[in-house]
Each structure stands twice: as structure tokens, then as C-alpha cells.
């Protein structure tokens, strides 16, 4: 399918993070289960241990249909929405857009959402509210930090080679060319107003998704890179060359950044105090091994392709 992007649509693409696209993306994992990672292990055991109620939303993403309702993710309004930001954009969906939307997913077998989609929503945030709670949230640190690192890199393809060069790294069936972006896949797209909001994803599915109807920004939402370090354990054993070359300190301080981490992150995982991992952070750095990238007042490290060598 090929989404044609106007000058005005390629000049507002943008990227964003969305605490309710990865809730939604964890629950739509949780029910298909498809995938064994460690956060879904955990997930499931949580589970198992004191159950959510999901009345309203779990029929909207549970069951073999290819597809779900495109509503419970609308486009982030700002680069980094809290979940209460997210929610609100979610509860602001007109009622013929739900119904719409319901339509396409579950033909005429409409859930109760369709009766009364203003107190559904309201229902619904709720209850995606808490599942952020329970699923996401003790580990948004990480995952954020993933999100931010793989921004920062996108946003170095397009610096060094334009739109074509950030489009062809974003995922395999990802195409750029003077007729517009192409996507592997079937249908068509209604661009919705603006331009494409590109949203990075942690426990999505290996394949990219494109809104296809939407009210808000039409977004893309992609596999995350790093998200097969995403799960590992910080404190894994280190490359005994590593400790040999480094010292022990800094060796396990690189291994423990096989994931993008602030100093607090490294700090509480490595059991040391902050101004040791900056003090070890900041020799890494000079020598060309870490990396670092400043979002607001939050400061990511991550490794170079040097710094990786090591690990």
C-alpha cells in the first residue's frame, strides 16, 4: 500500500512515544499468544496472580480477527505523552468514528461499544488505565529509554541522508520513493490531517502497522531497535576480556548498557551510587565507548558500535 505524502504532510512527519500504544500492544501479545518473551512470561504470571477486569476492552482485542479497533491508539498529540495524555486523546474519539471503526473490525457483530461509545470510552480508559499500571508502567523506565535511543538514532539517518534514508532503515517492508511511501501490504490508506506520526514500539509485533482510517495523524508504528536487549538481565555476566582491558567496574557498567539507561537506571541495577556510574560514564565516554542523548532534563546513555565490541 502507498501512502502519498505532500510536502507540507513530509515537513510534519514527526516522531512520538505512547505509553497507551504499548499498552494496547501488550495486551493484543497477551492474547494472541504468539510470543514468549520475558515481559510476557511476567505479564502472564501477574496475571494469573490477581486478574484485571477488562469487560469492555478485552473483546475489542482478543480472538484470531487480523485486525482491532485503530481508536484505542490515537496519534500522540506531543513527542512524549504521559498516559493520561494518551487516555484523553482516546476518550475524545467522536461516537460515528467508534462506530466506524467497530464496523471495519467486526462487521455487523457489533461488542456494546457501539450502543453507547461516550460511556464506553470512559469505560475503557479505565480500564487501559489500570492495565498501564499493573503491565507497563514498572517498566517504562526501560522501555522509554529504548524508545528514546532509537529516536535519536532515526533522527541521525534523516540528518545524514533526508526522508529517503530515514524510511529505508525504519523496517524491511519500508520504501521510499518519488511516488510516496510504500508499505508490504493490502488496502488502502485515507492519510488522515498532518503528516505521519512515527511511533516506535517495544512489545508490538515484528511487523509494522499503518492506520488506515483515522480522525487524528495517520501513524506507523514500527518494531523498536534494541528491543531483543530490551528483556536482558543487566547484571548478566561480563566478557571476561572486558575486565581484563577495563576493570571490572567499567566492563560490568558497558554490559549493563546493552539497554539504553540514565545514571539512576545504571546506579539501582549495578548497586552503586550515582556519582561512581557518572564518574565511570564519563571516562567510557572520552574514550569513544558510550554515547549519550539529552531529552528534556533526561539524560540516556547508550554504547557505541566501539562500546558494543566490548559486550
Known amino acids: 500500500m502507498t501512502i502519498e505524502l505532500g510536502v507540507s504532510?513530509?515537513?510534519?512527519?514527526?516522531?512520538?512515544?505512547?505509553?497507551l500504544s504499548e499498552t494496547v500492544a501488550g495486551l493484543r501479545s497477551l492474547g494472541m499468544r504468539e510470543r514468549a518473551t520475558r515481559w510476557n512470561r511476567w505479564a502472564e504470571a501477574e496475571l494469573a496472580?490477581?486478574?484485571?477486569?477488562?469487560?469492555?476492552?478485552?473483546?475489542?482485542?482478543?480472538?484470531?480477527?487480523?485486525g482491532w479497533p485503530n481508536f484505542l491508539v490515537?496519534?500522540?498529540?506531543?513527542?512524549r505523552p504521559s498516559i493520561e495524555d494518551d487516555l484523553a486523546a482516546l476518550v475524545r474519539t467522536g461516537p460515528d468514528d467508534v462506530r466506524a471503526s467497530l464496523r471495519r473490525v467486526f462487521g455487523e457483530d457489533l461488542p456494546a461499544l457501539a450502543a453507547e461509545p461516550e460511556r464506553g470510552l470512559r469505560v475503557v480508559a479505565a480500564e487501559l488505565r489500570v492495565a498501564h499500571d499493573?503491565?507497563?508502567a514498572p517498566h517504562w523506565p526501560r522501555i522509554r529509554a529504548v524508545h528514546e535511543a532509537d529516536v535519536a538514532y532515526r533522527a541521525r539517518m534523516m540528518a545524514a541522508g533526508g526522508a529517503e534514508r530515514l524510511f529505508a532503515g525504519l523496517h524491511p517492508s519500508v520504501r521510499w520513493s518519488v511516488s510516496g511511501l510504500t508499505v508490504t501490504g493490502t488496502g488502502r490508506v485515507r492519510l488522515g490531517?498532518?503528516?505521519?506520526?512515527?511511533?516506535?514500539?517495544?512489545?508490538?509485533?515484528?511487523?509494522?502497522?499503518?492506520?488506515?482510517?483515522?480522525?487524528?495523524q495517520t501513524t506507523i508504528r514500527y518494531p523498536v531497535r534494541g528491543s531483543g536487549e530490551l528483556w536482558a538481565d543487566r547484571t548478566r555476566p561480563v566478557v571476561p576480556g572486558a575486565i581484563r582491558l577495563l576493570g571490572r567496574a567499567r566492563a560490568e557498567l558497558l554490559a549493563a548498557l546493552r539497554v539504553p539507561a540514565t545514571t539512576t537506571d545504571l546506579a539501582t541495577a549495578l548497586g552503586v551510587t550515582p556519582s561512581a556510574v557518572?564518574?565511570?560514564?564519563?571516562?567510557?565516554r572520552e574514550n569513544g565507548l558510550v554515547a549519550r542523548e539529552r531529552t528534556g532534563r533526561t539524560v540516556h546513555y547508550a554504547?557505541?558500535?566501539?562500546?558494543?565490541?566490548?559486550?
Not at 505521519?196 to 499503518?210: F, I, Y
Request: aromatic share 6%.
Open 49 to 66: 496472580r490477581a486478574p484485571l477486569d477488562l469487560t469492555w476492552t478485552w473483546p475489542l482485542l482478543a480472538g484470531d480477527r487480523p
Open 74 to 79: 490515537p496519534a500522540p498529540a506531543t513527542a
Open 193 to 216: 490531517p498532518g503528516g505521519l506520526v512515527l511511533v516506535p514500539m517495544a512489545l508490538g509485533p515484528s511487523n509494522v502497522l499503518v492506520k488506515r482510517h483515522t480522525a487524528t
Open 303 to 311: 554504547l557505541t558500535p566501539l562500546g558494543r565490541s566490548f559486550t
Open 278 to 284: 557518572s564518574h565511570h560514564l564519563r571516562v567510557l
Open 9 to 19: 504532510e513530509l515537513a510534519a512527519t514527526r516522531f512520538a512515544l505512547s505509553p
Open 134 to 136: 499493573r503491565l507497563i
